[in-house]
């Protein structure tokens, strides 16, 4: 079966500062990667995608990630850090049908 | 273009009762999912319907279930509530023409409390 792994419970960065958040797969056959965010009482949205090709993928509102497939993660990044930004992000793979979701990293941006 | 919608976005009810929660897709979108968000267990897939039939199920109790309707619009329904049923109900939709390169558009989520 298909997963994910989002080690980091909490992310805190300074405004201005880069962002990383951590997600590793384990999957049979080709990854299908997605990034979402969740801000309070919303919905998630979605921010990017890996399905083939290269291996930095540019998303929304300025994130990217990078796919590295030696060692099976999907980091999301942005180079410079906003308050807004703080919010819920997921890491999720494709399987089948189906979406599976990590656990969310809680990323804080201070000002 | 609407987005997914999804109502009510509050309930309370009580143990023992059923509640029935609605979700309109995208304009276009056929596959509507189901997803409950907990603290505890975080997002779990619930169902998935394509053109009025259940194409996938998650490991919920039969008294989760749900239906799509010929408009793509799709309900849920939980009957016998329990305590733990407490959660954020999270429907999105997606294109299903191509499938794994369609993400899911979610809507804002029913949280149903469950007393």
């Known amino acids: 079966a298909q997963s994910v792994a989002q080690p980091e419970d909490q992310v805190n960065v300074a405004e201005g500062n880069p962002l990383t958040v951590k997600c590793t797969y384990s999957?049979?056959?080709?990854?299908?990667l997605f990034w979402y965010v969740q801000y309070p009482n919303r919905g998630l949205q979605f921010l990017l995608k890996y399905i083939t090709g290269d291996n930095l993928v540019k998303g929304s509102y300025g994130f990217e990630a990078e796919f590295n497939k030696s060692q099976t993660s999907f980091h999301l990044k942005k180079p410079s850090a906003l308050v807004s930004d703080s919010a819920l992000y997921f890491c999720?793979?494709?399987?089948?049908?189906?979406?599976?979701f990590g656990p969310g990293t809680r990323l804080s941006v201070l000002p | 273009k609407a987005g997914v919608t999804q109502t009510p976005r509050y309930l309370i009810k009580t143990r023992g009762q059923q509640v029935t929660l609605s979700c309109s897709p995208i304009?276009?979108?056929?596959?509507v999912s189901w997803y409950q968000q907990t603290p505890g267990q975080g997002l779990q897939f619930l169902f998935e319907?394509?053109?009025?039939?259940?194409?996938n199920k998650g490991n919920f109790p039969g008294r989760f279930s749900g239906r799509q309707f010929s408009n793509s619009r799709s309900e849920m329904n939980v009957s016998t509530l329990e305590l733990g049923d407490s959660a954020l109900y999270l429907c999105a939709s997606s294109l299903t023409t191509d499938v794994y390169n369609s993400p899911l558009h979610f809507g804002n989520g029913t949280r149903l409390t469950v007393t």
């Open positions: 999720a793979v494709r399987d089948g049908q189906n979406f599976v």
């Open positions: 999957v049979s056959g080709n990854p299908y």
């Open positions: 319907y394509f053109s009025e039939t259940q194409r």
């Open positions: 304009s276009g979108h056929r596959s």
